[in-house]
């Protein structure tokens, strides 16, 4: 019997959260699915951890390799994977309870979409979930083109773009070569828009499937690291490859150019705490390359930042929206 769900989980240095991550998949109720643990060159006691997990549980594979980064860890679980569908799970973060059961619902109503968007909960404490403030109006976005409905979910206040909380078709995956672009920090940014211009069919889940711990000690998304933001630039210039190399109608590339403004300002808003790293000033010159983003957009604080830029530099226009943003 063909199996729904793989479920791939990366493994790197979690050996607090991993069990927590596993058993909540473990613990639903629907059971067609398999686990793929990719032990991501772990030095604490994680890939110990991910061996007995395979030892105990039936549907549990184990893949260890040498440290390789987030992007790659994930391809290595994809090209293995034997459902129908994939579910990227993080391993400190869990699925919500019965989210693969809603899930599955989704799956048939909707006649075996090629990707499914599935609202999400935060961990604020120790254990308290608070849901996503944002509900997908399902009869909306059914009247909207796929850049309307790309535009349309960027704009919810606390809409994260994570790869997770997509669920992917394997037949999609394979026929658009949607694997992850290896080494990159904030990866999703590269990948998202590849997903939701493929010319897949969506279909959205309001019910929660995924339940992320974003403020976990040690997290590549709290360590401060210059390389965020120039991988972030890469994404800018790697996003207007793509989306140049083939013919796209021009509101998809209306998107993605809006798309590629927003990371362009969210990189300045974030320089001015790197001051004092190395490559800086290399830092800077990339993205005084990227600022005519920023003057074409329709956006005024857009248009008064690059003003901003170009009269007092970058450095300075990052601190003055460092307080105006407290």
């Known amino acids: ?21 596993v058993d909540s998949v473990l613990e639903q109720e629907y059971n067609s699915l398999e686990i793929i643990l990719v032990d991501d060159g772990s030095t604490d006691s994680s890939g110990k951890l991910c061996d007995k997990l395979e030892d105990d549980h039936e549907c549990i594979t184990v893949i260890h390799q040498d440290n390789q980064g987030l ?5 290595s679980g994809m090209k293995v994977a034997s459902g129908r569908y994939i579910i990227l799970l993080d391993s ?20 075996k979409p090629d990707f499914i968007i599935s609202r999400r909960g935060t961990i604020v404490g120790n254990d308290f979930v608070a849901e996503c403030e944002y509900v997908f109006p399902k ?19 606390d809409m994260w773009m994570g790869a997770w909380i997509f669920t992917i078709s394997k037949e999609y995956m394979y026929s658009k070569d949607l694997f992850f672009y290896p080494g990159l920090l ?20 309001n019910s929660l499937l995924y339940i992320n711990r974003p403020d976990r000690t040690g997290s590549i998304t709290t360590v401060p690291n210059i390389k965020r933001l120039f991988d972030k630039l890469f994404i800018v210039d790697r996003l207007a490859q793509i989306f140049t190399s083939v013919v796209y109608a021009d509101d998809v590339l209306d998107s993605i150019e809006r798309r590629r403004t927003a990371i362009v300002f969210g990189v300045i808003v974030e320089l001015g705490k790197y001051h004092r790293f190395d490559r800086f000033d290399e830092l800077v010159n990339i993205i005084k ?14 248009k008064v930042v690059f003003i901003s830029v170009k009269t007092i530099g970058v450095y300075r226009t990052s601190v003055l929206l460092g307080k105006f943003q407290k």
């Open 1 to 21: 019997m063909e199996i729904e769900f793989s479920v791939i989980i990366p493994v790197y240095n979690v050996e607090d959260y991993l069990l927590n991550s």
């Open 71 to 75: 992007s790659a860890a994930r391809n």
């Open 92 to 111: 400190d973060d869990k699925l919500s309870e019965n989210g693969l059961i809603h899930l599955h619902n989704i799956i048939i109503k909707y006649d």
């Open 139 to 157: 009869d909306k976005l059914k009247g909207m083109n796929l850049p309307e409905v790309y535009n349309e979910i960027q704009s919810y206040p």
């Open 186 to 205: 904030h990866e999703d940014e590269e990948w998202v828009p590849r997903v939701f211009f493929g010319g897949g069919i969506i279909a959205y889940n």
């Open 289 to 302: 390359r990227n600022i005519g983003l920023l003057k074409k957009s329709k956006r005024k604080l857009y």
